[in-house]
């Protein structure tokens, strides 16, 4: 079963604007975190934000989390061509169990 | 360090043949799962494994899917017989298992997968 589920399910940007795409969950978690899988290829892990914490950032990536809400939110700022991909939420919930949501896919137009 | 190893990275099988795939998780690593994604779908855990003991396999079709981890390293994935809804990419991921602190608070590695097709 699906415990994230990501919206919006695509997303098209020209290249240098912002993306955001958003995540909710069902359950209580330990932490949340989010992937990147290019066509074809395996899963990268992007940034993980703990359920005791509200935002995080990394490079060009700003992850917010609202526990209250079950809900997270991931920007990329100033889109690149490279950042072409699906984004996953994935959580972390007792027994240390991954369980992803459906992606969003990106297409970022240069 | 060296990443999640998976083989094969592709695989066509007609249904009712059998098929194995191999993981070989970052050393050290005492947890490693087994998902199933589906085409369009995010991934599925299948199986978890804590050392060589089964943490999880509520999602594993048991009536054709088996996994093993012996000696808690390498893992091998069977499918026995397969079915077309098989078809799908099996993703191998590996994980320290806890924190110095403890808590559960790091990312995952994922192999690239092997892509099986069942005709």
């Known amino acids: 079963s699906q415990q994230g589920e990501e919206d919006p399910q695509a997303l098209s940007i020209q290249e240098g604007e912002n993306a955001t795409m958003n995540c909710s969950y069902k359950t209580s978690i330990n932490n949340l975190q989010w992937y990147r899988q290019n066509s074809g290829r395996g899963l990268v892990h992007l940034i993980l934000i703990r359920s005791n914490e509200r935002e995080k950032h990394s490079g060009r990536l700003r992850v917010t989390l609202d526990t209250s809400k079950k809900s997270s939110s991931l920007l990329i700022t100033a889109s690149r061509a490279a950042d072409t991909a699906s984004y996953f939420c994935?959580?972390?919930?007792?027994?240390?169990?991954?369980?992803f949501g459906g992606g969003t896919r990106v297409l970022v137009k240069p | 360090e060296a990443g999640v190893a998976q083989s094969p990275r592709y695989k066509i099988i007609e249904k009712r043949q059998s098929v194995a795939f191999w993981c070989n998780p970052i050393s050290g690593h005492a947890t490693l799962y087994w998902y199933q994604q589906i085409l369009g779908q995010g991934p599925k855990l299948l199986i978890q494994?804590?050392?060589?003991?089964?943490?999880?396999d509520s999602q594993l079709p048991k009536d054709r899917f088996s996994a093993e981890r012996l000696k808690g390293v390498d893992s091998t994935l069977k499918i026995q017989p397969a079915k077309l809804e098989d078809s799908a990419v099996y993703l191998c991921a590996s994980s320290p298992g806890r924190g110095k602190t403890g808590a559960k608070d790091y990312g995952y590695t994922f192999g690239s997968g092997t892509r099986l097709t069942v005709v």
């Open positions: 494994f804590q050392n060589n003991g089964v943490v999880d």
């Open positions: 994935a959580t972390v919930a007792a027994g240390n169990k991954l369980t």
